[in-house]
């Protein structure tokens, strides 16, 4: 009998609910027992309040079993799990389980599904077959198909990508770059994290992919350090594809210094040249004037890993998905009080509220749902009662909201959303870069007149000077950290003003 | 720490590893990771054979150094527990759980407690990184546990 396949994910949050002890014992226990396993370290599904999720290879496919400890794996064997048993932790057939069922994964088709450093699990999933699309075209025909299929930015800016591509490919230049932004600091979201510790070749084929539609053979992958896990894995996946000789796009890791700010574009480019990461004046834009004064795209990871379906399936296929001017699919995070938590792909126009209740199965602590911050640090909280607003780059704009890079951080009754908007100038005051006046001092500024308001100082008149600080940093910052800071304090103050002491 | 960082090799030592990486100035923040993973923090003596090496002035890399939350001036704590103190981890507890930290950790001789925002385990919070192992569902109890646990390797 061959070797029976056990999937135990490697992914930094399986890790921390225990999937290194839980795969560690499963080898002991196979050892002892006489049989023969495959024990794959894959990334994660993205249900995260079923890790450690372990997955068992059978002829009537993946079964699944979760959430895994490492004291049940004796019983698991008991019960012949390995050959696809029944056991309580048994949930069927992974994809059959509804919170996967119900997803539309086009970008993390393959996350949790493959060996993240196996080149044949990719290929045999449909990965490379995008790039050796777009090296028999021109890169005209590229730029042309990525426009087609309405891709716009993932971190949360939500330009059109064909265009900024575009720009590039216009410009005249011995050399050109193609940066992946994985400095993924918003609170809430952790996709990029998931992607690039499941599926690094995804990654890496945008990349390749970008570099031939614009002319560049070089490119970057800036992670944050906070991610170990997610750069040692894209560290081995570039020595992986660069032995495999695939393209002549080469690519180089950076690790960032525990900096927000370097998630900006700019500031990301010049934390990439070595320097201090501070914010650059635009114009010239990176895509004129980026790395190292070079021509330049910035993606963010999943701008970058959508690009390989899009190459393979055809524009249309990913522009079906979709709403209005918000085409293909967005990959939401539920996080926060979540009882469900973990990682939904839908077409964009699925509602807050479907992907709250029907995917999150409301909060964890089971209080009333009262408040959700959509789009990480700098989004919007939107009150419970508003939840059927659909998830559309611009219906949540025209509510006072974004979609960011896709986080929902779902907060219980308890929350006192005073201290949520006292906390954005906060976060601000310690993660500004410094070189504009309006959230250098406005971010302090306003930390120091919400402590008055919440300490009930002159409500009033402080209340107007917040709101009269938010209009200057929102209309005189260079970059969205000060620029977006006031969207999370105006809408706190709007829709919860009794906690601010106001009727 | 302060001993090894005190050998007479660290300059020596600074200048092979920006040889490594090319003795590129692009390469300053991974050359400062390099070199403190290796002795722990950043002491006047490794700004000093860096800056040789990638011939830019200590000016420069000082303020490099400062700008970067990562980067140590000083020996660091035998372990360190990063909290996330970010959005997410608050929706469920963990400002509370940072008083009880504190309390716990208040003079502690070799556990440092610092703040992180963010550590990508935003739906199994609170979360933490115990000495580069990342943790979930944090609760005191759980807290102090690991807490005592560290207590015992040191």
Known sequence: MSAVRIFVPVDAAAQSVGANEVAAVIAREAAARGVTIDLVRNGSRGMLWLEPLVEVETVAGRIAYGPVAADDVSSLFDADFHLGGAHPLSLGPTEAIPYLAKQERLCFARCGVIDPLSLAD????????????????????????????????????????????????????????????????????????????????????????????????????????????????????????????????????????????????????????????????????????????????????????AVGDIMANGAAHYRDFGMGRSRGTQAFQLAGDVARGGLVEKAFGVTLRELIEDFGGGTRSGRPLRAVQAGGPLGAYIPASRLDIEMDYEVLAGAGAMLGHGGIVLFNDSVDMAKQARFAFEFCAIESCGKCTPCRIGAVRGKEVMDKVIAGEDRESNLALVEDLCEIMTDGSLCAMGGLTPMPVLSALRHFPEDFGRE | MSDIAALPDLLERCREICAQHGNRPDALIEILHAVQAERGFLADDALKGIAHALNISRAEIYGVVTFYHDFRREPPPAHIVKLCRAEACQAVGSEELARHAEARLLGHPSVALEAVYCLGNCALGPAAMVDGELKARLTPAAFDALVETLEAKA
């Not at chain 1, 539609?213 to 040692?232: L, N």
């Not at chain 1, 960032?256 to 834009?285: F, N, T």
């Open chain 1, 122 to 305: 990719y290929e045999t999933h449909g990965g490379l077959a995008g790039l050796r699309c777009a090296l028999a075209m021109q890169p005209q025909e590229v730029v042309a198909e990525i426009t087609d299929s309405g891709l716009r930015g993932r971190g949360g800016a939500g330009f059109p990508t064909g265009i900024k591509w575009k720009t590039a490919l216009e410009q005249q230049a011995e050399q050109k770059y193609v940066c992946a932004n994985a400095d993924e600091g918003d609170s809430g979201t952790f996709a990029d994290r998931m992607l690039m510790e499941g599926d690094p070749f995804a990654l890496i084929e945008g990349m390749a992919i970008a570099g031939h539609a614009i002319g560049a053979d070089k490119g970057y992958i800036y992670i944050r350090s906070e991610y170990p896990h997610a750069v040692a894995t894209m560290r081995r996946a570039v020595e992986i594809w660069h032995a495999a000789a695939l393209s002549n796009f080469r690519v180089e890791i950076r690790m960032g210094g525990g900096a927000y700010i370097c998630g900006e574009e700019s500031s990301m480019l010049d934390s990439i040249e070595g320097k201090r990461g501070q914010v650059r004046a635009k114009p010239p834009i990176p895509a004129t004037s980026g790395l190292f004064g070079k021509p330049t795209v910035v993606n963010n990871v999943l701008t970058l890993a």
